[in-house]
């Protein structure tokens, strides 16, 4: 069994930052690309970072040079930066990860989601 929790979600500004944490436990052997989605009501969930293992990074356009991801591969913790916030980034961030387990499966998770709401 693998939990991802995450943290730092609330209610900010338009211009103001914010940094989202997710921490995984569990049966965990290894953890390989960890990322994050957001999602709006009515909406799909989109992609909004992801981060290798190595430490290669990926952004949606919409986010690029205002959020940045990172890892703590010790801790298997994730973050996100996220500065210079918009209206429109108000969302759930859900963090995600594909982990292998101690019985050697390799399985994707999330998390249960955190609120982001960035007010004009």
């Known amino acids: 069994q693998v939990q991802l929790v995450e943290s730092g979600g609330g209610l900010v500004q338009a211009g103001g930052s914010l940094r989202l944490s997710c921490a995984a436990s569990?049966?965990?052997?290894?953890?390989?690309?960890m990322g994050w989605y957001r999602q709006v009501p009515g909406k799909q969930r989109e992609l909004v970072a992801t981060i290798t293992g190595g430490g290669s990074t990926t952004y949606a356009d919409s986010v690029k040079g205002r959020f940045t991801i990172s890892r703590d591969n010790a801790k298997n913790i994730v973050y996100q930066q996220m500065n210079s916030l918009k209206p429109e980034d108000t969302a759930v961030y859900y963090c995600?990860?594909?982990?292998?387990?101690?019985?050697?499966?390799?399985?994707?998770?999330w998390g249960q989601g955190t609120q982001v709401t960035v007010s004009s």
């Open positions: 995600t990860a594909v982990v292998r387990t101690l019985e050697g499966t390799f399985s994707g998770y």
């Open positions: 569990g049966s965990i052997r290894s953890i390989g690309t």
